[in-house]
């Protein structure tokens, strides 16, 4: 069974910093290539970042290039997500989710999510 | 940036009903569009995808259509479980971007 289990979430300061994980079981991590979406409190979803399955190629939304760094550890089946310089408008549910092997980058496989809050 | 507009912004109907959703992308994204659903403190789940691929386990009262720019969402007899919000998203370019959402409830 797929499972993908974000941590790291919590209370924090504007332009302080956070690292998310998301440990990955019940399939090839490698294999796939992972993406972080959010989703602000009553609000819609926001893609983030994608990282291919060897980590060599990356991408991020405009609103956090910059600011959040992807990242994959292939031997510990975990992705993370480094966010520096938050923002109040950073705080949202973050889940991770992985690519539709395939047809391309659609995310058949997500996370609970963890909260992120940034405020002082 | 590719914008997705989704309509209406909520949908009222009963079960059973026939539910039509809309999403509509500012450029051609061809065919690659997907739906998801997500209900109340639950990740999305991936319905459709490539407009018109029903993902793994999801049932056939779900159909996608579309290409270009305009595309469709039907649920053809809503089930309770139905009730939820919708997203629609593109993979054409980066960065990969979601629609508001159609809030599907019960009337």
């Known amino acids: 069974e797929v499972q993908l289990v974000e941590s790291g979430g919590g209370l924090v300061q504007p332009g302080g910093s956070l690292r998310l994980s998301c440990a990955a079981s019940?399939?090839?991590?490698?294999?796939?290539?992972m993406n972080w979406v959010r989703q602000a409190p009553g609000k819609g979803l926001e893609w983030l970042s994608y990282i291919s399955g060897s980590g060599s190629s990356t991408y991020y939304a405009d609103s956090v290039k910059g600011r959040f760094t992807v990242s994959r550890d292939n031997a510990k089946n975990s992705l993370y997500l480094q966010m520096n310089s938050l923002r109040d408008e950073d705080t949202a549910v973050y889940y991770c989710a992985r690519d539709l092997r395939g047809p391309g980058v659609y995310f058949d496989y997500w996370g609970q999510g963890t909260l992120v809050t940034v405020s002082s | 940036e590719i914008v997705l507009t989704q309509s209406p912004a909520t949908l009222s109907l009963s079960p059973g009903e026939r539910a039509t959703l809309s999403c509509r992308a500012s450029q051609s994204v061809n065919s690659y569009l997907a739906w998801y659903q997500q209900k109340p403190g639950q990740a999305p789940r991936l319905l459709i995808y490539?407009?018109?691929n029903r993902a793994t386990g999801i049932p056939a009262r779900f159909s996608g259509s579309g290409s270009g720019t305009d595309f469709t969402l039907t649920i053809s007899s809503l089930e309770p479980e139905d009730f939820a919000v919708y997203y629609c998203q593109q993979r054409t370019n980066w960065p990969l971007t979601f629609g508001p959402g159609t809030k599907v409830d019960i009337k």
């Open positions: 019940g399939f090839t991590f490698s294999d796939y290539s």
């Open positions: 490539d407009a018109s």
